[in-house]
């Protein structure tokens, strides 16, 4: 028990933390209907402004604390309020999008700030002991860690209990406009929320830092994504379960960490059972408690107006010919459009799921990397270079398969969050694995060498002809009646379901053709660089992978040349560091954007402002206009 005792009382210490940040999480999703995947960014904003004031500027800690906190966190949630309101009328997806993109822009923006190396954040509260049980310390820090995350989930529970303001709160998304008839304001009840949120959220970031002694932007910003696994066990709604569900999860990883010492073969198990947890809540939760909070909002119908068919076959023409030139324009650029070409199949691949059939992947790099792997143990194997990619693109299929489990019974958000945690799992645990990428976590690959497909401008020209024929592929699925039926299934699965078609079946084949795409592509791809290793699929590139999609526009075939000169191609050409990181925040800020006027909300406001700029025009001011004037206003009116 004395081998144990130090890592229950870690795991308790940092399960405070996630608990801290699982109720932030919840408690903004219960009352806006947004689950915000940039919680974490915020925190780690926070931490560096902690940083700032602390260890740039000499003020004592509770200063510091105070600033970041409490003045930092509640400025952030003010914003945060604003934009919920904006994204509580868009779909769900959007959501996600507009989240992930405040996750890439705030991580960004702090790496131009700071830099992208590791800061030291020494511990800043009390150190000394504060007990000895078994000769194992307890110290302060530990304590007041605990404490403040009790004392936080009681405080909250009694507000939802027996305040005005919590059962207001608990009403506000239900139905904001009978709130607001009994005297209470659906703005105001938001704005206490998020405020609270956003400050639990600065309040994780500092600890998070203090507890791993060090500032690092991704790392921080992902970090407190392990709260997502608290959050699940609270049934994404209960403040008090979350906070325990943080506990038992911190708990549970400092025990297995000491479990696994000395076996190998599972080393880094402990950093994912926060995701293990989250992937298993998600798939033995009872679907009633999986309803997503708020309304339910579908992309509103648009008017397709077909390019004339000339027009189109022109387009078409011109792209293929730039395409079969770009070798003899492009100099010693070459290898960033064909690393792009590969990178075409993916976008494909995940347009499909996401833009066709309504679906939600955020482990899509994942699936590449799976792709990858396969290939190259296939050509250790002695496996013929095009068969090799086959059989890489059709051993990734089962991966998939195994991905459209949760979307059978998930959807939405639910959806996002599960395959989001197979993705780390995957990246965090697998990659490390000699099932992955061998032994030494280093695959060897190599380029045909049939009809000169070896040399840069053959294998780009090969690469030309796996994108034409993933293209051909997608453009089928999408003419042919699946491609009726996965449309049919993202506007509404239900009315699918009641023609007697099988929502489950479509569901899991959009998964499989998605997965064996991707693993051509992740085969592909590897091909070009003679070995492949984890390092070329971190799972942050399926987040950044879905904000660019969503700013590429409607179709997948156009959407993927879009996404890859947005992020594959301008990238090549720019070798400033700050520079690529400003783009970074431009996606993130696209994305975000993108989401808010996907539903027009941006139309709609400007048509408000203009109709009130007409009304003010009215009365006694419009009799002193010329009338000619207010024809140019746009504002009918009568002359006798």
């Given at each position: 028990?004395?081998d144990?005792l130090?890592?229950?009382?870690?795991g308790?210490?940092?399960?405070?933390?996630?608990?801290?940040?699982?109720?932030?999480?919840?408690?903004?999703?219960?009352?806006?209907?947004?689950?915000?995947?940039?919680h974490g960014a915020?925190?780690?904003?926070?931490?560096?402004?902690?940083?700032?004031?602390?260890?740039?500027?000499?003020?004592?800690w509770?200063?510091?604390?105070?600033?970041?906190?409490?003045?930092?966190g509640?400025?952030?949630?003010?914003?945060?309020e604003?934009?919920?309101?904006?994204?509580?009328?868009?779909?769900?997806?959007?959501k996600?999008?507009?989240?992930?993109?405040?996750?890439l822009?705030?991580?960004s923006?702090?790496?131009?700030?700071?830099?992208?190396?590791?800061?030291n954040?020494?511990?800043?509260?009390?150190?000394?002991?504060?007990?000895?049980?078994?000769?194992?310390?307890?110290?302060?820090?530990?304590?007041?860690?605990?404490?403040?995350?009790?004392?936080?989930?009681?405080?909250?529970?009694?507000?939802?209990?027996?305040?005005?303001?919590?059962?207001?709160?608990r009403?506000?998304v239900?139905?904001p406009?009978?709130?607001?008839?009994?005297?209470?304001?659906?703005?105001?009840?938001?704005?206490?929320?998020w405020?609270i949120?956003?400050?639990?959220?600065?309040?994780?970031?500092?600890?998070?830092?203090?507890?791993?002694?060090?500032?690092?932007?991704?790392?921080l910003?992902?970090?407190?994504?392990?709260?997502?696994?608290?959050?699940?066990?609270?049934a994404?709604?209960?403040?008090?379960?979350?906070?325990?569900g943080?506990?038992?999860?911190?708990?549970?990883?400092?025990?297995?960490?000491?479990?696994?010492?000395?076996?190998?073969?599972?080393q880094g198990?402990?950093?994912?059972?926060?995701?293990?947890?989250?992937?298993?809540?998600?798939?033995v939760?009872?679907?009633?408690?999986?309803?997503?909070?708020?309304?339910?909002?579908?992309?509103?119908?648009?008017?397709?107006?077909?390019?004339?068919?000339?027009?189109?076959?022109?387009?078409?023409?011109?792209v293929?010919?730039?395409?079969?030139?770009?070798?003899?324009?492009?100099?010693?650029?070459?290898?960033?459009?064909?690393?792009?070409?590969?990178?075409?199949?993916?976008?494909?691949?995940l347009?499909?799921?996401?833009?066709?059939?309504?679906?939600?992947?955020?482990?899509?790099?994942?699936?590449?990397a799976?792709?990858?792997a396969?290939?190259?143990h296939?050509?250790?194997?002695?496996v013929?270079?095009?068969?090799?990619?086959?059989?890489?693109?059709a051993?990734?299929i089962?991966?998939?398969?195994?991905i459209?489990i949760?979307?059978?019974?998930?959807?939405g958000?639910?959806l996002?969050?599960?395959?989001?945690?197979f993705g780390?799992?995957?990246?965090?645990?697998l990659y490390?694995?000699?099932?992955?990428?061998?032994?030494?976590?280093?695959?060897?690959?190599?380029k045909?060498?049939?009809?000169?497909?070896?040399?840069?401008?053959g294998?780009?020209?090969?690469?030309?002809?796996?994108?034409?024929?993933?293209a051909?592929?997608?453009?089928?699925?999408?003419?042919?009646?699946?491609?009726?039926?996965?449309?049919?299934?993202a506007?509404?699965?239900?009315?699918?379901?009641?023609?007697?078609?099988s929502?489950?079946?479509?569901?899991v084949l959009?998964f499989?053709?998605?997965?064996?795409?991707?693993?051509?592509?992740?085969?592909?791809?590897?091909?070009?660089?003679g070995?492949?290793?984890?390092?070329?699929?971190p799972?942050?590139?399926?987040?950044?992978?879905m904000?660019?999609?969503?700013?590429?526009?409607?179709?997948?075939?156009?959407?993927?040349?879009?996404?890859v000169?947005?992020?594959?191609?301008?990238p090549?050409?720019?070798?400033?560091?700050?520079?690529?990181?400003?783009?970074?925040?431009?996606?993130?800020?696209a994305?975000?954007?993108?989401?808010?006027?996907?539903?027009?909300?941006?139309s709609?406001?400007?048509?408000?402002?203009?109709?009130?700029?007409a009304?003010?025009?009215?009365?006694?001011?419009?009799?002193?206009?010329?009338?000619?004037?207010?024809?140019?206003?746009?504002?009918?009116?009568?002359?006798?």
């Amino acid at each position: 028990m004395n081998d144990y005792l130090p890592f229950i009382v870690f795991g308790i210490t940092v399960g405070s933390i996630y608990g801290l940040a699982a109720m932030g999480l919840v408690l903004t999703y219960k009352t806006s209907g947004v689950f915000n995947f940039g919680h974490g960014a915020i925190g780690a904003a926070a931490a560096y402004v902690f940083h700032s004031c602390r260890d740039t500027y000499d003020m004592p800690w509770p200063l510091a604390a105070v600033v970041a906190v409490g003045l930092f966190g509640l400025v952030v949630g003010l914003v945060m309020e604003r934009l919920a309101g904006g994204l509580s009328v868009v779909t769900t997806g959007f959501k996600i999008v507009a989240t992930v993109g405040l996750l890439l822009a705030i991580r960004s923006l702090l790496i131009l700030s700071y830099g992208s190396e590791s800061l030291n954040f020494p511990p800043f509260l009390p150190q000394g002991t504060l007990v000895t049980i078994s000769s194992v310390r307890v110290t302060y820090d530990n304590a007041i860690v605990l404490g403040l995350g009790a004392g936080s989930a009681l405080a909250l529970f009694l507000l939802f209990r027996v305040t005005r303001l919590g059962k207001a709160m608990r009403a506000v998304v239900d139905d904001p406009s009978l709130l607001d008839m009994v005297g209470e304001s659906p703005v105001r009840i938001r704005r206490a929320a998020w405020l609270i949120g956003c400050s639990f959220a600065a309040a994780s970031g500092v600890l998070f830092a203090s507890a791993q002694g060090q500032l690092d932007a991704t790392l921080l910003s992902l970090l407190v994504v392990q709260a997502f696994g608290a959050a699940g066990i609270g049934a994404f709604s209960s403040l008090p379960v979350a906070y325990a569900g943080g506990l038992g999860v911190g708990l549970l990883q400092a025990l297995v960490s000491k479990g696994i010492a000395g076996h190998q073969s599972v080393q880094g198990l402990d950093l994912n059972i926060p995701f293990l947890v989250l992937v298993v809540v998600l798939l033995v939760m009872p679907r009633r408690k999986l309803i997503e909070v708020g309304h339910a909002v579908r992309t509103p119908a648009v008017a397709r107006q077909p390019m004339p068919a000339r027009l189109r076959a022109g387009i078409g023409l011109a792209v293929v010919v730039a395409a079969v030139l770009v070798p003899f324009i492009v100099d010693t650029k070459l290898p960033v459009w064909t690393n792009a070409g590969t990178q075409i199949v993916l976008f494909l691949s995940l347009g499909l799921l996401v833009r066709t059939s309504g679906q939600i992947s955020l482990c899509h790099i994942g699936l590449a990397a799976v792709g990858a792997a396969a290939f190259g143990h296939l050509l250790a194997g002695g496996v013929p270079w095009g068969v090799a990619v086959l059989l890489a693109g059709a051993l990734t299929i089962p991966v998939g398969a195994l991905i459209a489990i949760p979307a059978i019974r998930l959807s939405g958000l639910y959806l996002g969050l599960a395959t989001l945690g197979f993705g780390i799992l995957l990246s965090n645990f697998l990659y490390t694995k000699g099932v992955m990428f061998g032994r030494n976590g280093n695959l060897a690959t190599y380029k045909p060498t049939a009809f000169n497909f070896d040399s840069p401008k053959g294998f780009y020209y090969l690469v030309l002809i796996v994108v034409a024929l993933s293209a051909a592929l997608v453009l089928l699925v999408e003419r042919s009646r699946l491609g009726r039926l996965l449309r049919a299934m993202a506007d509404s699965p239900t009315a699918l379901a009641t023609s007697g078609l099988s929502v489950n079946f479509a569901r899991v084949l959009v998964f499989c053709i998605s997965a064996f795409l991707a693993g051509i592509s992740g085969a592909v791809f590897s091909s070009q660089f003679g070995s492949v290793n984890g390092d070329s699929f971190p799972y942050l590139q399926s987040l950044v992978l879905m904000s660019v999609l969503a700013i590429s526009g409607r179709t997948n075939v156009a959407g993927a040349l879009v996404g890859v000169v947005l992020l594959f191609i301008i990238p090549g050409y720019i070798d400033n560091a700050d520079t690529l990181t400003v783009l970074q925040i431009g996606f993130g800020a696209a994305a975000l954007l993108a989401a808010l006027a996907s539903t027009g909300a941006f139309s709609s406001r400007l048509a408000a402002a203009a109709a009130a700029a007409a009304d003010r025009l009215s009365g006694p001011a419009r009799d002193r206009l010329d009338p000619t004037d207010i024809r140019d206003r746009g504002v009918p009116v009568t002359v006798a």
